[in-house]
Nanobody, 124 residues
Framework: QVQLVESGGGLVQAGDSLRLSCTAT????????MGWFRQAPGKDREFVAG????????IYSDSLEGRFTISRDNSKGTAYLQMNSLKPEDTAVYYC?????????????????WGQGTQVTVSS
């Protein structure tokens, strides 16, 4: 079993930046994709970004307009999500996930382990 611990969420103003971190308790995650999803109140969980096992391939939600960047450090078993130019519509609980395979997918059913989530609130 892999446990994921997210950190870095908080309350910020529109236009600010935040960096989320996700650390896996077991290094088996280094062979698998890692990714971020988010869920706003009353909405379904949606894909945000994903990165392949070695960081060579990254995919993003089209709605982000290039504002977010995903990265990973396999020596630390950690994935990051750098979020810039935050907007109120980015407000959500952000979840980290470890994929079933080495490359990421936008589909929720392609992810095996999930973190507990970290709240990001962007005020206008």
């Amino acid at each position: 079993q892999v446990q994921l611990v997210e950190s870095g969420g908080g309350l910020v103003q529109a236009g600010d930046s935040l960096r989320l971190s996700c650390t896996a308790t077991r290094r088996t995650s280094t062979n698998n994709a890692m990714g971020w999803f988010r869920q706003a109140p009353g909405k379904d969980r949606e894909f945000v970004a994903g990165i392949s096992w070695n960081g060579g391939s990254k995919i993003y939600s089209d709605s982000l307009e290039g504002r977010f960047t995903i990265s990973r450090d396999n020596s630390k078993g950690t994935a990051y999500l750098q979020m810039n130019s935050l907007k109120p519509e980015d407000t959500a609980v952000y979840y980290c996930a470890v994929g079933l395979r080495s490359h990421p997918t936008r589909e929720t059913n392609g992810w095996r382990y999930w973190g507990q989530g970290t709240q990001v609130t962007v005020s206008s």
